[in-house]
């Protein structure tokens, strides 16, 4: 039992539900599950209840609940320094970012903390790129973005979705964005013109339904970018550092971008840490005073970035989302026809869109959870899949087993 400061005591799921209703405000609709342990690919609740987690907080979870290298990195730093502010160096800033950089083939490094963070720096830098490099007029660049995207949810970022639940009321918003279809490489050519600074564009998007380009769509972005003097940002921080197979998401298709954006999976689920990487002469048009964070590249951060980093290097999880994600989509593709009507992803990252007549997603993540596994409904009636890289084959077999049951319950 705990007692609160305001003299409340509680011990159920329902009282700490209870509590969040009422001082917690309502931009989410959590499934009722209250987690107070966690370790590997498995949740406890305040009960002892254990869910396998199918979700792993939409890759931020990449490594799993608490993995001990990544807990271990992160004990060593508080115990040495957590943060200087950027006004100092520090002894982990400089060997994070040349290790994050040779990780993913880069040359520079602009740390930050959230995902929405390093796209709005993406966003910034490719502004002055095109004013100071490319010879665009102050204040006339333009970025074109896809529809269906997700970014984040700062007022820039919806300025430029086509989610109406992320618009709405949300206005006056940025100028400066052309929404293109996503995949339609022929709308994308017609939409870049002098004055276009960059594409920003997911390899995968996530929060649609886990959506694949057709076969060739960024490579043909890669050329449309280069024909015309553009950048091409690549927002990898769903997709990226292993989800889909190799680190970047974007080297399925043999395609490098002049900046990424990473986040999520890059703090290990502890601490939030979000980067751009990419070229030198782009991210290098940035200068003192010119763009910065408080707790961007802190000390505590890059240290668990760090280790990250290390996992990462070994190749390890690449082969186990491949290997892995193999198993996954092929007993998600027995399902067509099945009660799902169908299936996308790469790696262990999935979309499952429910069969009309089925259940809505969330009625499947509910009864999900009520077979002990945790997962999470996006646009109605598809669910999205990615479970933590650590996960063994039997516990992703017991998910599946669980998901067969809800799609072909009558």
């Not at 959230?114 to 660049?141: C, F, H, L, Q, T």
């Not at 995207?149 to 949300?170: K, L, P």
């Amino acid at each position: 039992m705990t007692t609160f400061a305001d003299g409340t005591t509680t011990a159920t799921s329902a009282d700490y539900i209870a509590l969040d209703e009422r001082w917690s405000t309502h931009n989410y609709h959590p499934l009722p599950v209250v987690i107070a342990e966690a370790e590997g690919a498995w949740v406890t609740d305040v009960e002892g209840n254990r869910y396998l987690d199918f979700l792993s907080g939409y890759s931020a979870l990449n490594f799993g609940h608490r993995h001990p290298q990544l807990v271990a990195a992160a004990k060593e730093q508080l115990d040495r320094v957590t943060l200087t502010s950027r006004a100092f160096h520090h002894d982990q800033l400089g060997r994070f970012c040349a290790e994050l950089a040779q990780l993913t083939g880069t040359e520079m490094v602009l740390p930050m903390n959230s995902g929405a963070e390093a796209v709005e720096s993406a966003i910034k830098i490719a502004r002055k790129w095109a004013y100071r490099v490319k010879g665009i007029p102050d204040g006339e660049s333009r970025i074109v973005v896809a529809a269906s995207n997700f970014h984040g949810r700062t007022t820039t970022i919806v300025s430029f979705s086509t989610d109406e639940t992320a618009r709405a009321d949300f206005g006056p918003f940025t100028p400066g964005f052309d929404v293109v279809p996503y995949g339609d490489a022929a709308a994308l050519a017609a939409a870049i013109t002098d004055r276009t600074a960059a594409v920003l564009v997911e390899p995968i998007q996530g929060e649609a339904g886990v959506i694949v380009p057709p076969q060739g769509y960024l490579a043909e972005a890669r050329r449309l970018c280069d024909e015309a003097g553009a950048l091409l940002i690549a927002d990898e921080i769903q997709s990226g550092l292993c989800r889909t197979g190799p680190v970047l998401a974007l080297d399925h298709e043999g395609v490098r971008a002049d900046l990424y954006t990473l986040g999520k999976a890059l703090g290990g689920g502890i601490v939030p840490v979000s980067a751009v990487v990419g070229r030198a002469d782009v991210l290098g048009v940035l200068k003192p005073g010119e763009h910065g964070s408080t707790f961007g590249g802190n000390p505590l951060a890059c240290a668990v970035g760090r280790a990250v980093i290390r996992l990462l290097s070994t190749g390890e999880f690449a082969e186990r989302a491949a290997t892995l994600g193999e198993r996954l989509h092929q007993r998600l593709a027995g399902l067509l026809g099945h009660g799902v009507a169908g299936v996308r992803g790469r790696g262990l990252w999935a979309g499952v869109d429910i069969a009309p007549g089925g259940p809505s997603g969330r009625e499947a993540s509910e009864a999900l959870k009520a077979r002990g596994v945790l997962c999470k409904e996006t646009h109605g009636s598809t669910l999205r899949i990615a479970p933590p890289l650590v996960i063994s084959e039997a516990d992703l077999d017991r998910g599946l087993d669980a998901l067969v049951e809800v799609v072909t319950r009558s």
